[in-house]
């Protein structure tokens, strides 16, 4: 059975910082592309930042500089590094994971909630 469990969520004030995680099950998880997406009530979901099987990353214009994507793949999970966060960052963010095109996940977390405001 594959899952896929985010955490870190949480209430921070603007300028803050919060990590997420997402810890993978069921998979092999180094043959996966893994990427963070993010939906704002009344708004498409977004993929946000992204990081290849080989670990090339890419992220959106609206969060390069504030967020950083990695994995431990020794751990099967993947992270995201969120700093000087705005209210505008306020979203449920989810974790997918992709065997081929990180545009079409074969896998999505449960999402997190992250909510910036003062």
């Known amino acids: 059975q594959v899952q896929f469990v985010e955490s870190g969520g949480g209430l921070v004030q603007p300028g803050g910082s919060l990590r997420l995680s997402c810890a993978a099950s069921g998979i092999i998880f180094s043959d996966y592309h893994m990427g963070w997406h993010r939906q704002a009530p009344g708004k498409q979901r977004e993929l946000v930042a992204s990081i290849t099987r080989a670990g090339m990353t890419n992220y959106a214009a609206s969060v390069k500089g504030r967020l950083a ?3 431990d793949n020794a751990k099967h999970t993947v992270y995201l590094q ?9 979203a449920v963010y989810y974790c997918s994971g992709s065997r081929w095109s990180i545009l079409r996940p074969d896998y999505w977390g449960q999402g997190t909630q992250v909510t910036v405001s003062s």
């Open 69 to 71: 994507i990695s994995r």
């Open 82 to 90: 969120m700093n000087s966060l705005k209210p505008e960052d306020t």
